[in-house]
């Protein structure tokens, strides 16, 4: 009977870690939240993107043989998409960075090999559209944009983008910042993928994604919506 329930013990725990790993490795291959109401309506009105002030850098793939960052890298830790976009060899193209952090490297370096542009690229690009929206506004996007804001919220995460690719991935450890979910004794590990799309191609696509049929609010509101996509990528 001892050994009976001893195997019972057993087995229970084994299911227990197996699903506990699995639930990691899901968490490490997502990296952000396959969200798109929750992240349309979050924070406050005047939400802009992250600061991008990196913490010095420790240690960076390929430092030990020598080699230097890559620009884009510079670039991005610095301001961010758009400021890769400045650099003369991404003149061409939209740049999304997938930035993924944490105190060891082995999750994220999961997350790197896994990394599925074709389901990622959606997300970068609905946050980043979701973020167009806000920019610059006193009140919520909902009370300027009425109805249309969601929608197209909704539609830039769903949308099946063109043309699209994976350029390049990076990491580096940063020293360690104030938040200790966040970064480890040893620092914060980072990793960066880069993913690029076509400015033509972009910026003809996006526009009728974000477009609404139906009637999603007043006349003021539809007003300010589609004077809005007229000048979308000002200030992207």
Known sequence: MAFFRFLCYFYAVK???????AALLLFACNGTPDTETSLSREGPPNESPPAFRTNRILEYQGMAAGQA???????YLAG???A???????????AFVGDNSGPSPGPLEIWRRNFDAERTFPRLAGARV???FIRGLDTSADEVYGGYY???IKAAYRADYAAFWKEGDFWVLEEPDENPERAGANGRYRYLVLVLVPRDVFERELPEILKQKEDLGTRDQHSA???LLENFFEGF
């Not at 299911?15 to 790993?21: G, H, I, K, P, V």
């Open 84 to 94: 890769v976009e400045t650099l003369p060899e991404y003149e061409y193209v939209y």
């Open 80 to 82: 961010g998409n758009a």
């Open 225 to 227: 919506f589609e004077k």
């Open 69 to 75: 960052l890559p620009r884009w890298v510079e670039a």
């Open 130 to 132: 979701r973020f167009r």
């Open 150 to 152: 969601e929608a197209a």
């Open 15 to 21: 299911r227990f870690l197996s699903a506990a790993a």
